[in-house]
Structure formats: C-alpha cells, structure tokens
C-alpha cells in the first residue's frame, strides 16, 4: 500500500468517481456532489496547503483509496480534520481502513493538533462503526442533522 500526493488533473479519473462513491454510500445518490471542476480546484488548492494530507492510495500501483486531511480553525483552536476516507468497495473490511487512520494520525501529529473531527451521515453505519472502534465520540449533528460530527484524539 502506497501514499502518493495527489494531482488533481492527473488523477482526476480516480478522484471524481471515488468522492462521488462516498456520497452515494453516504446518502444515498451523489446529487449534492456539485461540480466536478469546483472540486478539482478545491482539491488542488487544499493539496499545495496540505500535500501530506492529499493522497491517492495505490496498491500496486492500482489506486484503490484516496484520503483527504486538513487543519481548521474550530471553537478558537486549531484541530485535524478528516475531508475523506475512501477506500474502493472491493478494499472495504479488510483491514485496510486501519492502515488509512494510522496514516490520518500520522499527519495530524506532524501538525501538532491533538484532535481531529469529521462529519459522517447517520445512515454509513459501517462507517460510524469503524470510528467508534477507533475511539471517536459522537459530539452531535450538524447541517439540519444530515451529519453527525464525530472527534478523536490524535
């Protein structure tokens, strides 16, 4: 398992399809995604901030997942915060999410911040259920309770 920083026009024929799986597995269609250039250049513009934490992740040399990390101004703190696990439906519950927190936690303690937040939909149960076995608390939800914000320490 390989962590490459991500280019956005290079792998656009990765990121694109793997985000909008995560909103279809999330909510259920990718409707809400918005446009795909918005998105591009949002991705290149948090990558040259953050180029840790954009990474496509490749198994030989086949990208299977993709990771997007942030630091944020939170309640008059700086924290990590997760924009994105994915991993590919065929590299779900095997193990490798473990692998993709371990490289999250990783790049929030180079970043000295000793949280990390991120939103999941009340209906990824195994998404939630990955996080609470990892130690994420449940802190309530947000955007009219289509999210539920979650912390962890790093």
Known sequence: ????????IKHRNYLIPFRKDSFIVSFGSDQDFGDEEDYLDWLNEKSSQFPEGFVLITEDEIPIGQ?????VEYEGRSIG????????????????????????????????????????SPN??????????????????????KVIRMKGDV
């Open 67 to 71: 990771l997007e990390l942030t630091i």
């Open 124 to 145: 990824n149960y195994s998404a939630i259920s990955f996080y609470h076995k990892y130690g994420l608390k449940e802190l309530g939800t947000e955007v009219d309770g």
């Open 81 to 120: 915060y997760v924009n994105l696990y994915y991993l590919i439906p065929g590299k779900r519950g095997i193990g490798l999410g473990k692998k993709l927190h371990e490289y999250a936690l990783g790049f929030f303690r180079k970043q000295a911040v000793s949280e990390f937040h991120l939103r999941v």
């Open 1 to 8: 398992m390989r962590f490459e920083h991500i280019e956005a």
